[in-house]
């Protein structure tokens, strides 16, 4: 792998975990009720791969743990399941709005299995979030707790499509360039 893809990846992950920390504090601040502070970690995912993504998702987690609160740290374990499904599915599959569909729709079942039980153990069950609200609300609007779960992480999901759709297309290239570099070469020391 040349060491202008290598910059340009670790470049992108830097970058992908302030999109996470900025439009987290965003989303916060306005009552937002979107899982924005994941769309770094799905970005990178998508484009480079599900372990590239993890470590954004997990480093953002560990960082606004250190910033804020030291009990947003386990919840590194969402944001890791995020990109690992993610990841995967874009390795299998395009990652068109087809596919990032299906995928937010089974993120809106995982998270919360995951989640629930950290939020249930630190803070007593709702973290406080704007999202909580808007699950909240939905679910007294009539719609089921499952149903009110499901449009944060879609929505999300939707969105990182249609930045992915809009990126330079030689920044794209040097990302899957990079990913395709490190599959051979895992490839390759297998054998």
Known sequence: ??????????????????????????????????????????????????IPGAIVGALTNIITGFMYSIKDIPFLLVNVAVALIVGFVAKKFKFTYKSALITGLILSVVCPLIGTPIGIALYGGLTGTASDVFVLWLRSSGSSIFAASFIPKVGTCLLAVMIIKYLPVSMKISLKNYNKTEEMSSACSEK
């Open 1 to 50: 792998m040349n060491d202008k893809n290598k910059s340009r990846m670790i470049t992108f992950c830097g970058l992908a975990i302030a999109v996470n920390i900025v439009l987290g504090i965003v989303t916060s601040i306005i009552k937002l009720p979107l899982y924005l502070d994941t769309l770094g970690t799905v970005l990178t995912a998508a484009l480079i791969g599900p």
